[in-house]
């Protein structure tokens, strides 16, 4: 039984102008997410600054989320780290706040060996008994979990269930759909590849584009599941312009900025994260107006 199938929203993190974490948005973004079709709640992923937040505040984004969710839909704590022993720390306190599954990115930096990554995936897992699926994002963690090292942790670790795979690499994909079977659940960890990676056995994407517009996310995945492959691709390629946009610079400099162009107060990344170009302010507010998510001026 999967996690999920359909769109997760990787979400946002918003700040108050003196730089703490805003709980009552977050708690308005979430609804907005639920009413509008999200299928999961992916709670301090990259999306959401994990990478500086405190410990605290990290216990607290999950605990917040997990009681505001409510079980409406299924949250999923992102608990990775480059050290083994922080992640087990943050998932063993994300499985006590009630979250209903992990996601652990690959240790960025350390570039571990695949013997590593076994290694550290395990002990991961075996900490906690909740599902737990492996996020491969070697752009911006330098290391690549290959097919047959994902393989062999769902095959010998029972709670390690499916993989977020933003690896940009349609053949290792095909790869690990054709090695994992029935077994591994596999998510699109990118916008633009959602149809793609649905089509090779795919249950849906863990998406940033949710966060501006999650039914568009949400029925891309839907449709291709129920049969419908010629819309769902439709509306994929029709998303592409605005997905670009979200990553016309490093995640989530531009989609905090559309959220906040939408009227919710996401407030500012945290540094080392920088504010956008004006250039690149102008792009996002034109693709959000032709998407439909803003009014014309």
Known sequence: MSIF??????????FTEDDRVNFDELGRMIDYQIENGTDAIVICGTT?????????????????AVHHTAGRVPVIAGTGSNSTAEAIRLSTHAEANGADALLLVTPYYNKATQSGLIQHYT?????VSIPVI?????????????PETAVTLVQNVKNIVGVKEASGNIDQVAKLAALGGDELEIYSGNDTEITPICSLGGRGVISVLSNVAPKLAHDIVRNYLDGNAAESRRLQLAALPLIHALFCEVNPIPVKYALNLMG????????PLSEMSDAHKELVRNEMKKAGLLKEE
């Open 48 to 64: 959401g600054e994990s990478s500086t937040l405190s410990y605290e505040e990290h216990d607290a984004c999950i605990r917040y």
């Open 134 to 146: 492996l996020y491969n994002v070697p752009s911006r963690t330098g290391v690549n979990i290959l």
């Open 5 to 14: 199938e359909g769109a997760a929203v990787a979400i946002a993190t918003p």
């Open 123 to 127: 002990k991961i897992a075996q900490s």
């Open 264 to 271: 919710f107060n996401a407030g500012k990344t945290r540094l």
